[in-house]
């Protein structure tokens, strides 16, 4: 419940928890007269109802107070100032609550006990909020309510130069960076820059050699998932890019472009001594060993 202290003109907010009562200090508003007549007047119950100051809060509404989000949503800091009405209107003066709530596993401190709770869930690992379609687990209900729109398909986030929309607002973010052409991940090695993260860290690898995605079928590693899975084909027998001249397949996009210029008689391989050309790089190479051979000569 809430009351109010008229010799500090100071407005105190009880909030009840389940077990617990907790007092914070929020607002000072030189606006309020703590000795006015009107207040004077009014008995301290039900003086807190026409602050609007009675709150009491269930685990679900405690979560919904400075709630953060996955996916990049909007979060409220642990030093927001809550903003409660009085009257039909807002105090303007306010100022941060003490952090006085400490985490016993880290040195994060929070002005609302609500706040460490939420905290100490990734300390625990704790996930209540199950997806009722998939049932993935996230640690906040902010965080499962994002997650829901993979299901229904809601995209509240909307470019401004074009008519795509996203889910989430790091979606909205990265798509933003094609209409820049902003790049701010560079490779240190190459100098190669990439409009996301994970590009980058793909990049690295043709530095570093790392060969993360191994071949189920034989002993072969791969840098990237899209050259596994051309890989795989070899075993698999799969070939899914056809001919639609001669129905001829191939088992990579590349082999089938290549293919084409049988039927188109297109030859964009030149050799650079002679001027001849080829349909396909193969054959350029053997059409080279002959200008090598006969320097040998």
């Known amino acids: 419940m809430a009351s109010v202290k008229d010799s500090s003109q100071t407005l105190l907010l009880n909030i009840i928890t389940k077990d617990k009562e907790e007092e914070v200090k929020i607002w000072e508003c030189d606006d309020y007269p703590g000795e006015s007549p009107e207040m004077a007047s ?9 602050l609007g100051l009675n709150v009491t809060m269930n685990e679900e509404q405690k979560e919904d107070i400075g709630e953060s ?23 303007q003066k306010g100022r941060k609550a003490k952090k006085s709530h400490h985490c016993p596993h880290c040195e994060e401190s929070f002005p609302f006990l609500s706040y460490l709770e939420r905290h100490l869930r990734k300390h ?76 980058l860290n793909v990049h690295q690898r043709s530095h570093t050699g790392e060969k993360p995605h191994h071949c189920p079928h034989c002993e072969k590693s791969f840098p990237f998932p899209s050259y596994l899975e051309r890989h795989l084909r070899k075993h698999s027998g799969e070939k899914p890019y056809c001919c639609s001249d001669c129905g001829k397949c191939f088992t990579t996009s590349s082999h089938l472009t290549s293919h084409r210029t049988v039927h188109t008689g297109e030859k964009p391989y030149s050799c650079s001594d002679c001027g001849k050309s080829f349909p396909f790089p193969s054959y350029l190479e053997r059409h080279l060993r002959k200008h090598a051979n006969h320097c040998l000569i």
């Open 42 to 50: 009014v008995e301290p119950s039900e003086s807190s109802q026409t």
């Open 69 to 91: 989000a996955d996916h990049g949503e909007t979060s409220n800091s642990s030093d927001q100032v809550e903003t409660f009405p009085a009257s039909g209107k807002q105090h």
């Open 124 to 199: 625990s690992g704790e996930k209540p909020y199950s997806c009722s379609v998939c049932g993935r687990s996230f640690s906040q209900l902010s965080g499962l309510n994002v997650h829901q729109r993979t299901h229904t398909g809601e995209k509240p986030h909307h470019c401004p130069h074009c008519e795509e929309s996203f889910p989430f607002p790091s979606y909205l973010e990265r798509h933003l960076r094609k209409h820049s052409g902003e790049k701010p991940y560079s490779c240190s090695v190459c100098g190669m820059s990439f409009s996301q993260l994970s590009g």
